[in-house]
Structure formats: structure tokens, C-alpha cells
């Protein structure tokens, strides 16, 4: 019998909490001209993963040259900077296990479903 996924808590912090929070620790990723120059767009919902950070999903353009948007999981980690959740999939090195390239999706809904089969399946989880 395949497992359900799980659920997403959401987190009591707002998207202005982690942009507060990131601004105070020095870093940009919330700036007005860093978020102009990838097209960034922030989606509102905010979710808990324990002893890891909070979790929110963005948008960006596909690449400059392509206007389709990709949503993403970016993770606040408890030092005020912003991570991308990526799954091990590589294969081994000797300093580790190669990482994918970033969750991304084409729809809000589909990174959302996409990040709690992560969590289902229970795969490492990497930042990066």
C-alpha cells in the first residue's frame, strides 16, 4: 500500500518575516533589484520543516530568454540565508553525494506536491 503524504505545517512566520530576517543577517536574497533582475515572484505560503528552516516557494523566469516561470523551494535556514531544497539523486563522490538541480515545477501547486512526496519517500534532503 503506497504511503500518503504527509502534510506541510505551515509556518507562524510571513514571507516579510523572511525577508526581515534575511535582511538583517546581511544577505539579498529578498531585495527589490535582486528579485527584479531573476523576475522573482513570492508565493505567500510558508511551511515548517524541523531542524531545517522555513520553507517558501518563488517563481522565477525559466531563463532570460524564456518567459515561462518555475517555481521553486527555497528554505530560510536558521543563519538568515536562503537555500534551495535539492534531492540526492548522483551518485557517490568521494566527498559526498551529488546533488540534483533544484526542485522546480511549473505550477505553485505541483512544487508543493512535489516537496511533500520528497518528504514522503524520505530521500536526503540537501541545501545548497
Known amino acids: 500500500m503506497p504511503r500518503s503524504l504527509p502534510s506541510l505545517s505551515r509556518s507562524p512566520f510571513s514571507i516579510d518575516d523572511l525577508r526581515s530576517m534575511n535582511a538583517a543577517r546581511g544577505y539579498h536574497f529578498f531585495d527589490r533589484d535582486t528579485m527584479r533582475f ?9 511551511f515548517d520543516l524541523p531542524f531545517v528552516g522555513v520553507a517558501f516557494l518563488h517563481s522565477d523566469k525559466a531563463c532570460f530568454n524564456d518567459p515561462r516561470r518555475v517555481w521553486k523551494v527555497g528554505v530560510l535556514t536558521p543563519d538568515g540565508n536562503v537555500a534551495r531544497v535539492r534531492v540526492v539523486t548522483g551518485k557517490p563522490e568521494a566527498n559526498g553525494w551529488i546533488p540534483s538541480e533544484p526542485i522546480a515545477a511549473r505550477s505553485k501547486g505541483a512544487a508543493i506536491t512535489y516537496l511533500r512526496r520528497v518528504l514522503a519517500h524520505d530521500p536526503a534532503l540537501v541545501l545548497a
Do not use: C, K
Open 38 to 46: 531573476f523576475a522573482s515572484r513570492l508565493a505567500s505560503d510558508t
